[in-house]
T-cell receptor
Framework: GENVEQHPSTLSVQEGDSAVIKCTYSDSASNYFPWYKQELGKRPQLIIDIRSNVGEKKDQRIAVTLNKTAKHFSLHITETQPEDSAVYFCAASIRGTYKYIFGTGTRLKVLA | SAVISQKPSRDICQRGTSLTIQCQVDSQVTMMFWYRQQPGQSLTLIATANQGSEATYESGFVIDKFPISRPNLTFSTLTVSNMSPEDSSIYLC????????????FGPGTRLTVT
């Protein structure tokens, strides 16, 4: 069945450094790739997304890249701040539908 | 984004009982989904709540255990039936707004503990 792998599972960076989280998907029909940030005890919040017809998208300090051939997509956070500390989930649409399959999550810690 | 509320926010239930969780949205949405998030884990899709018809369940989830209703475009319920401690999780609804966007927005979740 469809699968999304996410790495690393935990990531610690110094404040001001960059963080990169990588995901690989299996369904060649996936055409939408969102990223969610979940703070402790809170709901997942959509922070950025990318569609299959775009290779890169940027929003201030965060960016997402997509390599359709390799079925990889990545989240890049620059100039990290302590408030970026959270669990980040990638997801991929299933067979072109509105349903998602989620990655396993990355716990990001930004050290002040 | 849509304003999404869930009731209850948390509950502690005894094994063998059932709990119904409500999800209310402030505007009409195209799709509504129910997810489970076990402690420290990712999100797993339980089912798609279809307006006016039976829900569509993912592999590993069945209607007898997780009956779902969606009587209109802004409201859905998920019932967790005959609960066991393994059902202890956070249950979240999500919605896709009308207009063709794929973006999903999540409710605040219901934290269920089964003793």
């Amino acid at each position: 069945g469809e699968n999304v792998e996410q790495h690393p599972s935990t990531l610690s960076v110094q404040e001001g450094d960059s963080a990169v989280i990588k995901c690989t998907y299996s369904d060649s029909a996936s055409n939408y790739f969102p990223w969610y940030k979940q703070e402790l005890g809170k709901r997942p919040q959509l922070i950025i997304d990318i569609r299959s017809n775009v290779g890169e998208k940027k929003d201030q300090r965060i960016a997402v890249t997509l390599n359709k051939t390799a079925k990889h997509f990545s989240l890049h956070i620059t100039e990290t701040q302590p408030e970026d500390s959270a669990v980040y989930f990638c997801a991929a649409s299933i067979r072109g539908t509105y349903k998602y399959i989620f990655g396993t999550g990355t716990r990001l810690k930004v050290l002040a | 984004s849509a304003v999404i509320s869930q009731k209850p926010s948390r509950d502690i239930c005894q094994r063998g009982t059932s709990l119904t969780i409500q999800c209310q949205v402030d505007s009409q949405v195209t799709m509504m989904f129910w997810y489970r998030q076990q402690p420290g884990q990712s999100l797993t899709l339980i089912a798609t709540a279809n307006q006016g018809s039976e829900a569509t369940y993912e592999s590993g989830f069945v209607i007898d255990k997780f009956p779902i209703s969606r009587p209109n475009l802004t409201f859905s319920t998920l019932t967790v039936s005959n609960m066991s401690p393994e059902d202890s999780s956070i249950y979240l609804c999500s919605v896709v707004r009308s207009g063709g966007s794929h973006e999903q927005y999540f409710g605040p979740g219901t934290r269920l503990t089964v003793t």
